[in-house]
Nanobody, 117 residues
Framework: QVQLVESGGGLVQAGGSLRLSCTPS????????MGWFRQAPGKERELVAGISSGGITTYADSVKGRFTISKDNAKNTMYLQMNSLKPEDAAVYYC???????????WGQGTQVAVSS
């Protein structure tokens, strides 16, 4: 079974930075759309950032200018660099993959990001 393995979550002070990593267990995901979602308690899961197989990126308005999504095909890893973190960024962050922007069918287990004010 294909897996997405996330790492890099943790506790950081407001204004600080974290980098999340996501490594698929198969290189076939190079042709997929990849994304980072987050879900805070009592809120719906939302797309934070996404990147297509060709490198086209998209961001939620709330993170534009602070977060950067990227991928390293040689390392088969996707990253989410999060800078200037705010308390409202605290959530469980999920890596996801899909064949299109509207069909993320494979999900990681989630990694917790906590931001102290």
């Amino acid at each position: 079974q294909v897996q997405l393995v996330e790492s890099g979550g943790g506790l950081v002070q407001a204004g600080g930075s974290l980098r999340l990593s996501c490594t698929p267990s198969e290189r076939t995901f190079r042709s997929y759309v990849m994304g980072w979602f987050r879900q805070a308690p009592g809120k719906e899961r939302e797309l934070v950032a996404g990147i297509s197989s060709g490198g086209i990126t998209t961001y939620a308005d709330s993170v534009k200018g602070r977060f950067t999504i990227s991928k390293d095909n040689a390392k088969n890893t996707m990253y989410l660099q999060m800078n200037s973190l705010k308390p409202e960024d605290a959530a469980v962050y999920y890596c996801a993959a899909g064949r299109s922007w509207s069909s993320f069918g494979t999900w990681g287990q989630g990694t917790q990001v906590a931001v102290s004010s």
